[in-house]
């Protein structure tokens, strides 16, 4: 069975009471003064291991705000490791926007190896700034980046974006609730981007046009038919439960997700 994780970032507007008002990037900002901190890191951090370990979830894919290269230092690094391992929690991938600057990138990097996951889950600038430096920079440190589908539409501009994969070191999270936000058939971008797939952040989204994400089987994105896509095409990598609500706590919603998409690999594991 595929490894499923607990997106971190579920709880981007859980420092802010779930009363986000302002987007994204108030939630990233809250959270990243929350944890950075290093007097109350581990306790902030400890807390959420054991939130995201109640649901019954046994591995995680870490947003940066709640571990950022921009600011962590190694005593926060091994704290966070620590905090992991005591935890039973191993990190399947980084996940977000990972520098405008070499030193940034490469610092993302770092993190990534020191955390034990081999898979950078988002986006950077530097791809459009020096390609060949983030590729043999991703060859150095022995890691892939999965470029996260958002403002694209179609996978069509995602393959663009991948281009030549360096060896493999570049390809595609699918964002499957973006893609529902941008009218597209998820499961048919899986299929298009089956050569390319990194990793997947299973989402699913209320209507198109928007991105208020929802427990699965409520939205408008085919979430078991993304799943019955991947086992199709004998996809082995991980499968990240995401769902980030502004305004209410994604727990519960999430520990029901965990268990749809669980029993939905039983059943193709059946088949």
């Known amino acids: 069975m595929n490894q499923i994780s607990f997106m971190s970032a579920n709880y981007v507007a859980r420092p802010l009471g779930y009363r986000m008002t302002r987007g994204w990037g108030e939630g990233d900002k809250a959270t990243n003064e929350a944890f950075r901190p290093l007097e109350t890191f581990g306790q902030r951090f400890i807390g959420m291991l054991q939130d995201i ?15 950022n290269p921009l600011w962590a230092t190694s005593e926060h690094v091994a704290t ?9 929690l191993p990190v399947v991938s980084l996940a977000g926007g990972f520098g405008s600057t070499p030193e940034e990138f490469e610092a993302s990097c770092r993190l990534a190896v020191a955390l034990n996951t081999n898979i950078l889950a988002g986006s950077t600038a530097m791809l459009d700034k020096d390609r060949p430096f983030v590729v043999a920079t991703l060859q150095a440190y022995g890691l892939k980046l999965g470029l996260e589908n958002h403002p694209e539409k179609r996978p069509e501009e995602m393959l663009a974006k991948i281009g030549d ?10 964002d499957t609730g973006w893609y529902g936000t941008q009218g597209y058939d998820a499961a048919e971008a899986i299929d298009k981007l089956k050569a390319h ?13 928007a991105h208020e994400t929802c427990r699965y089987g409520r939205g408008c ?7 019955q896509m991947l086992q199709r095409l004998g996809y082995q990598g991980g499968i990240s439960v995401e769902h980030e609500p502004e ?15 669980q029993e939905w690999l039983r059943a193709m594991e059946r088949l």
Request: charged share 20%; aromatic share 4%.
């Open 165 to 174: 994969s360096g060896d493999g070191v570049l390809g595609t999270t699918i």
């Open 80 to 88: 966070a490791r620590a905090a992991l391992e005591q935890h039973g």
């Open 53 to 67: 370990r109640a649901l019954g979830f046994k591995a995680i894919d870490l947003w940066l705000a709640h571990l």
């Open 197 to 209: 797939l990194v990793h997947v952040h299973l989402k699913d989204v209320l209507a198109p046009g």
């Open 247 to 261: 305004h209410f706590d994604p727990s519960e919603d999430c520990r029901a997700n965990l268990a749809m998409l």
């Open 221 to 227: 994105v085919p979430i078991e038919g993304c799943v």
